[in-house]
C-alpha cells in the first residue's frame, strides 16, 4: 500500500511567489510519475487546437489549484488524489480541500458508477396521430437493423436501448448508445441522424429533427429521473467529532440545513437539489478539458444529508447521486496540453479512466457541498471570501 499524499505545502510568507507554486508543481509531478511542462507555463502549439476551435488567436489562461487529498474507495480499489481546479473564485479552492479532507478522515467514502449511457432524442413527425401509432408500433422490428447501422459507422460506440414515445403526430426516438471513455456526442449524434433517416424512411414520416427533444446541455428533468452519460453515487458516514474537528458543526447542523434548502429548492422548482456542485464541476472540467457548457446538465442531481443515531451520540450519513455526469478521458479536448497533465495528475487520462474520473468528480461534489453548508451554520461564509477571495486578496506579509 502506498504513503498516503502529503498535505498541499503552503507559504506562510507567500502562497503566490514562484518558489511556492514551484513546490506545489514539483509536488504534482511526482504524484503524476511525470513531468507536467504545460502547466509550467510551457506554450501549447497552435496545431494542437485544430478540431477544437476555429478563427484561433491564442490560448485562454485561468488560475489552476490543487485541493485535497482525496481518498475514497471507487471500482479499481482505493484512491488518494489532488483534484485540479481552475477557477476565479477565491475561497473556491480551499472550500474544497477542507471537504476533502473530512471525507478522508471519515476513510468511508464510497462511488460507484451505476449507470451508463449516452441518450439521443431524434424526432419524426407524420401526418397525423393514427400514423404516429403505426410508426411506434413499427420500430422494434427495425431494433436489430438499426443496430447494424450503428455497429457499421463506429468501432467505439453500441446502441444499447430504443425507446419509441408518442408526443402527438410526432415520434419521439430514445436512443441509448455506450460511448467507451469517451463522451461521444459526435457519435452519438451521427448514428441518431442514420437511424431517424432510416425509421423516417420505413414509417413514411413527414420530416424528421437530429435534435427534436434536445436534452443537449440545458437541465432537464428527463436526464435527472433516467440518466445520461454517466450516474454517480457517493456516500459517506461521518463521525461526530470530525464534523467538529474539520467544519465546527454537528450532524444535527447540517441536516437542519439541509432540510430548510431542500424546501427553498422546492419552492423554485429547480432539478438541484445539489448545492454548489457547478463550482466544482465547472473548475475540474475547465482544468481537465470537458466540455464546460455539459455543467448545465452534469450539475443536476440529489444530496442527502441525515443523522444516523439518535441525537448526542449520532453520525452524519452523506451522499450526492450525479445522474448525468458528461466527461470523456479520451478524445475531444481531453488529449493535450494543460488537460491531459490534469488527467494524469489525477490517474484517470486514457482508455478505462472514465468511469473512475466520473466518481473522483462525485466524492469531489460532496466534499464541496459539505462545507459549503458549514460555513453557512457557522456565519463562516462571507469571512472566507473576504479573506481569500477577489474583493480582498491577501497581500504578501
Known amino acids: 500500500m502506498s504513503a498516503p499524499l502529503p498535505r498541499i505545502p503552503r507559504s506562510p510568507e507567500d502562497d503566490y511567489s514562484p518558489g511556492a507554486v514551484s513546490v506545489r508543481h514539483a509536488l504534482c509531478e511526482r504524484v503524476a510519475g511525470r513531468a507536467l511542462p504545460h502547466l509550467a507555463g510551457r506554450p ?3 496545431a494542437e487546437a485544430r478540431g477544437k476551435v476555429e478563427n484561433l488567436v491564442g490560448f485562454a489562461q485561468v488560475p489552476l489549484g490543487i485541493a485535497g487529498p482525496l481518498a475514497l474507495d471507487t471500482h479499481c480499489g482505493r484512491r488518494e488524489v489532488y483534484v485540479p481546479m481552475a477557477t476565479t473564485e477565491g475561497a473556491m479552492v480551499a472550500s474544497y480541500s477542507r471537504g476533502m479532507k473530512l471525507l478522508s478522515a471519515a476513510g468511508t467514502a464510497r462511488a460507484r458508477v451505476v449507470g451508463e449511457g449516452l441518450s439521443q432524442h431524434p424526432m ?3 401526418a ?3 400514423a404516429a401509432l403505426r410508426a411506434r408500433a413499427a420500430v422494434p422490428g427495425l431494433r436489430a437493423e438499426l443496430e447494424r447501422l450503428c455497429a457499421a459507422h463506429t468501432r467505439h460506440g453500441k446502441l444499447i436501448a430504443v425507446e419509441p414515445e408518442l408526443l402527438g403526430r410526432r415520434l419521439i426516438l430514445r436512443l441509448v448508445f455506450t460511448t467507451g471513455d469517451a463522451i461521444g456526442i459526435n457519435m452519438a449524434a451521427r448514428a441518431a441522424e442514420l437511424c431517424s433517416e432510416l425509421v423516417a424512411c420505413a414509417t413514411g414520416a413527414e420530416r424528421r429533427y437530429v435534435h427534436g427533444e434536445d436534452v443537449e446541455k440545458r437541465a432537464n428533468a428527463r436526464a435527472l429521473h433516467e440518466g445520461r452519460g454517466r450516474s454517480v453515487v457517493c456516500d459517506v458516514r461521518v463521525p461526530r467529532a470530525l464534523l467538529m474537528e474539520h467544519l465546527r458543526v ?5 441536516a437542519a440545513i439541509h432540510h430548510s434548502y431542500q424546501l427553498g429548492f422546492a419552492r423554485l422548482g429547480t432539478h438541484n437539489g445539489l448545492v454548489q456542485a457547478a463550482n466544482g464541476l465547472a473548475a475540474v472540467y475547465l482544468a481537465c478539458g470537458q466540455d464546460v457548457a455539459y455543467v448545465t446538465e452534469s450539475a443536476t442531481g440529489f444530496l442527502d444529508l441525515s443523522v444516523s443515531a439518535p441525537a448526542g451520540a449520532a453520525d452524519l450519513y452523506a451522499s450526492v447521486h450525479l ?9 475531444g479536448g481531453s ?5 491531459a497533465e490534469c488527467l494524469e495528475l489525477l490517474g484517470v487520462r486514457g482508455a478505462g479512466g472514465a468511469n473512475l474520473f ?3 468528480l462525485a466524492a469531489t461534489v460532496l466534499a464541496g457541498d459539505l462545507s459549503l453548508l458549514a460555513s453557512f451554520c457557522t456565519h463562516e461564509f462571507v469571512a472566507a471570501h473576504e479573506h481569500l477571495g477577489r474583493n480582498r486578496p491577501p497581500e504578501p506579509a
Open 323 to 331: 445522474p448525468s455526469l458528461l466527461v470523456g478521458t479520451v478524445g
Open 128 to 130: 397525423d396521430a393514427e
Open 44 to 46: 501549447i502549439p497552435p
Open 124 to 126: 419524426l413527425v407524420y
Open 358 to 360: 466520473a466518481e473522483l
Open 335 to 339: 488529449g493535450q496540453g494543460t488537460a
Open 250 to 254: 454537528t450532524p444535527e447542523d447540517l
